[in-house]
């Protein structure tokens, strides 16, 4: 069960930390900063449409990368500071707590986007025209939430074992590579075809480049069927979430482990 | 409100721990923690948990307050089972575990207090009023907007209790809420979990504090290797022991040896060793002071006795003696 | 002398018992390796997707296996002091008679090993997935190299980290360090694909002499071949660990100074 409540205060308690001490977002989203620019770099011999994909997919990998640190994190912390059993006892839901703070650590992550931005005009000179600039806002803010959304996922895993943060900070760079976001996916092998369709990055990235670049289609659905998979993703993340928070909450009161960190 | 009305009703209450907590599965071997449990508490009274360290205390009062989930047994909280109908209870309810921990160092005292009044729901007409009043009821108004990583302990601990009241609960359970306090501090603590009880607050409190169970606590409980060895008033458990003597040997030196020696003579119900300065005394609870004085001074002998006196028993005695009973 | 060598030992060992104390041997390994696994398909995908021939997959893929080595002996040396201070025995550390330089130094040395083993599984990644090929490589010479590029390496680690003893930065100035070398050190790409007023910091980072290196070994060169860059990194190394001991007394006292030891 999701309270809009919590969310909010778990948003704004999220960002009140963000300001209070901003330099730690640097290590959630300097993987991706630094990946993009190399890709620029790599690109910058071919040129042309490839420096704005890369540009496009590092605001995506960057939201990616903040949302997957920050989620399995955010329940870590609260260990850290003793406070996992404290909000555990109150109404609201473990898991509208960490949605919160993920939909702000997702959107800080579009600080990757913008600074990666800056150096491809810097460094590359390349100018950014967006064909569809509603498009592109309503794809982003959606990609913004999938990824929220999945990193619940992830975060749900850690009410349980201090262990499932090493697990799932593995898939910060599966999904740089299955999404695609700034290469075709054209160049994977076929048989990852299937995890790259899971991904929220794979759509969000694919509308954002249909928003941008007239005549791309890469997936075959128009920007409204990337779109589509996209919310039909979020929603089946959700509803997987909060099963997931449900199931392990259970399991860490059985096995009182909470307050372990 | 209704003083007979019982607000926390627990029966055989049971908590076992797997060792490890495994994503898939559990860990191998099984911790008993609490062992058949069974306890009433009355609306408004303050409800004591004493016990030493390990002793089930905390994992009582976590299956209460929804934050473990019993291995078998029946809790109510206000009517509602804890493990039933959890979410409906927390609004009702609050948990105060104190230390160092359990607050966000990086936010100032006030906006910890408003990031978990909106995790309790409190009205929104409610919520800021209330903030203002619980800053000014723990002292801690001049500090709301400073960061918690600058509170002194103390009060990191007035900020705990504000917290526990955000949601004006009508249950509020402590958990050794002045453990690690200077002695000012938990006084003012005491006398504000005085206060809130006036008020008609159900409190229940863990603590291993003799003398807070004594001066704090309506009724008590004593619980020692999961399992609960007495219930009673403070006066009550004192009166279960009136019978009783206590012998106080001091000497330069008294060894574990010494100890299990004295604890083994008949008529000795209970003994505990305390290191003092350049000395040590072991206090036991008899039954006939006056037989017995002879024999623990023949076998003590050998070491600098300092002295020997007969004493009354005080409500440690009797927790000694519940918790050394099998 | 004895007691910073015991401090070191035990500084050693205490890192290498609190490795596995959350996750156990399995797990850890996994994540080590799927790390550098997926990073390095990341940039060779990259790289293909672009058909640069000056960046081909091949190069991109050696260069991030050397790379991985930055794991361990810069991000986890680094990240120590800051480490220290989060679960509060920074005090108790530096209540001791042992300096510590030679603490952190103990750290480095357990990482040194983490960071070995990782370069190693990287390079047999690179061979059989990414098409590197070692066939021309001397063992005695690579083995050479990389144990001298990992020295540089912690020396580097450590005279970044040292800052953790005073401030709370060390482990952001860690994630920077442990990325920042992929954009300057000649692992995706060539040093001169950088702007001119960049590629002389590429020169003061050792991984950069490190990646060169594997790569001219990788290509049929001998220890001779290779006797420039092992130097020039024993002796940034070298300035490294004399700069980070330097460092760590000066923070320390500042540290103690402000009382920012329990701060974190």
Redesign the interface.
């Known amino acids: 069960m999701i309270?809009l409540?919590?969310v909010?205060?778990?948003l704004?308690?999220q960002s009140?930390?963000f300001f209070?001490?901003p330099?730690?977002v640097?290590?959630s989203i300097?993987?991706p900063?630094?990946?993009t620019?190399?890709?620029l770099?790599?690109?910058?011999?071919?040129g042309g449409d490839?420096l704005l994909y890369a540009v496009l997919g590092g605001g995506v990998l960057g939201m990616w990368g903040n949302t997957i640190q920050s989620s399995s994190w955010s329940i870590g912390y609260d260990r850290?500071?003793?406070?996992l059993?404290?909000?555990?006892?109150?109404?609201?839901s473990l898991s509208s707590?960490v949605l919160g703070r993920c939909i702000w650590n997702s959107f800080i992550g579009l600080l990757n986007a913008l600074a990666v931005f800056l150096v491809a005009q810097l460094?590359f000179g390349i100018d950014v025209t967006l064909r569809d600039p509603a498009g592109f806002v309503i794809a982003l803010f959606l990609t913004l939430i999938s990824l929220s959304v999945l990193g619940m996922v992830f975060g749900a895993?850690y009410v349980?074992?201090?262990?499932?943060s090493?697990?799932f900070?593995?898939l910060e760079?599966?999904v740089?590579?299955l999404s695609g976001a700034?290469?075709?996916l054209a160049?994977?092998p076929e048989w990852t075809r299937p995890f790259s369709y899971v991904i929220p990055a794979t759509w969000g990235a694919e509308a954002l480049k249909i928003a941008c670049f007239t005549g791309y289609d890469s997936l075959g659905l128009g920007y409204w069927g990337a779109l589509t998979v996209l919310l039909i993703s979020t929603i089946a993340f959700l509803l997987l979430s909060l099963q997931l928070f449900s199931y392990l909450e259970?399991?860490?009161?059985?096995?009182?482990?909470?307050v372990?960190y | 409100m209704n003083a007979n009305e019982i607000v926390i009703s627990v029966k055989d209450l049971v908590k076992v721990y797997p060792s490890a907590a495994r994503l898939f599965g559990d860990g191998g071997k099984e911790k008993l923690a609490v062992d058949h449990v069974s306890f009433d508490i009355h609306r408004g009274e303050i409800f004591g948990l004493l016990g030493p360290n390990g002793a089930g205390k905390t994992t009582t009062i976590k299956m209460l307050s929804t934050l473990l989930i019993p291995t078998s047994g029946v809790a109510n909280v206000l009517g509602i089972d804890v493990t039933k109908d959890s979410l409906k209870l927390r609004s009702r309810i609050n948990l105060v575990s104190g230390g160092e921990r359990g607050l966000y160092f990086r936010l100032t005292g006030r906006q910890n207090l408003d990031f978990f009044s909106d995790m309790y729901q409190v009205p929104r007409e409610l919520k800021r009023k209330r903030s203002l009043e619980l800053l000014d009821l723990v002292g801690l108004t001049d500090a709301a907007d400073v960061r918690v990583e600058n509170y002194s302990r103390g009060m990191k601990q007035r900020l705990h209790l504000a917290r526990g009241l955000v949601n004006d609960p009508e249950v509020l359970f402590l958990d050794e809420p002045t453990l690690g306090l200077d002695p000012e501090i938990a006084r003012e603590t005491r006398a504000l979990i005085h206060k809130l009880s006036e008020g008609g607050m159900t409190i229940m409190l863990t603590t291993h504090y003799m003398f807070e169970a004594d001066q704090l606590c309506d009724r008590l409980a004593i619980i020692s290797n999961g399992r609960i060895k007495g219930i009673g008033s403070p006066y009550s458990m004192k009166e279960a022991v009136r019978n009783d003597t206590v012998i106080e040997v001091e000497a330069i030196e008294i060894s574990e040896m010494q100890k299990e020696q004295m604890k083994a003579l008949p008529g000795v119900s209970a003994i505990s060793l305390e290191v003092l300065e350049g000395r040590m005394m072991a206090r036991m609870v008899v039954e006939d002071a006056s037989s017995l004085i002879p024999t623990v001074a023949s076998l003590l002998e050998g070491r600098k006795i300092i002295s020997i006196r007969v004493d009354q028993p005080t409500l440690e005695d009797a927790y000694l003696k519940m918790v050394s009973s099998k | 002398m004895l007691r910073n060598y015991l401090g070191v030992k035990a500084s050693a060992l205490v890192s290498m018992r609190s490795q596995f104390a959350v996750i156990g041997p399995g797990l850890w390994l996994l994540q080590i390796l799927s790390t550098t696994l997926f990073q390095m398909w990341f940039f060779v995908l990259v790289s293909d997707f672009a058909n640069d021939p000056g960046a081909t997959p091949a190069y991109v893929a050696l260069g991030n296996a050397v790379a991985s080595l930055t794991y361990a002996s810069v991000y986890g040396v680094c990240m120590a002091a800051g480490a220290e201070k989060h679960m509060g025995t920074m005090s108790g550390i530096m209540s001791t008679p042992t300096r510590v330089f030679y603490v952190f130094l103990g750290k480095g040395a357990y990482q040194s090993v983490i960071g070995l083993f990782t370069v190693v599984m990287s390079l047999l990644f690179s061979a059989l997935l990414f098409g590197v090929d070692l066939s021309a490589a001397e063992p005695l010479t690579l083995t050479v190299v990389l144990l001298v590029t990992c020295f540089s390496m912690v020396g580097f680690g450590m005279m970044v980290g040292s800052v953790g003893v005073y401030l709370r930065s060390s482990m952001v100035l860690g994630s920077i360090v442990l990325y920042l070398g992929l954009l300057l050190c000649g692992v995706n790409f060539p040093v001169s694909y950088l702007p001119d007023w960049l590629q002389p910091a590429s020169y003061a980072l050792p991984l950069t002499y490190g990646v060169n290196a594997v790569r001219e070994v990788a290509a049929g060169a001998s220890l001779g071949d290779v006797s420039v860059p092992i130097m020039a990194m024993l002796l940034i190394g070298s300035a490294f660990y004399v700069l980070a001991y330097l460092l760590f007394n000066f923070f320390e006292k500042l540290a103690l100074k402000s009382g920012s030891l329990d701060v974190f």
């Open positions: 309270e409540r919590a909010k205060a778990a704004k308690q009140i930390h209070v001490d330099q730690w640097i290590p300097i993987a900063f630094i990946f620019t190399v890709t770099y790599l690109f910058s011999h071919t490839l850290m500071n003793g406070t059993e404290a909000i555990m006892v109150t109404p609201s707590v460094a895993f349980v074992t201090r262990a499932s090493a697990l900070q593995m760079f599966p740089y590579v700034v290469y075709s160049i994977l259970h399991k860490a009161k059985v096995s009182g482990t909470l372990r």
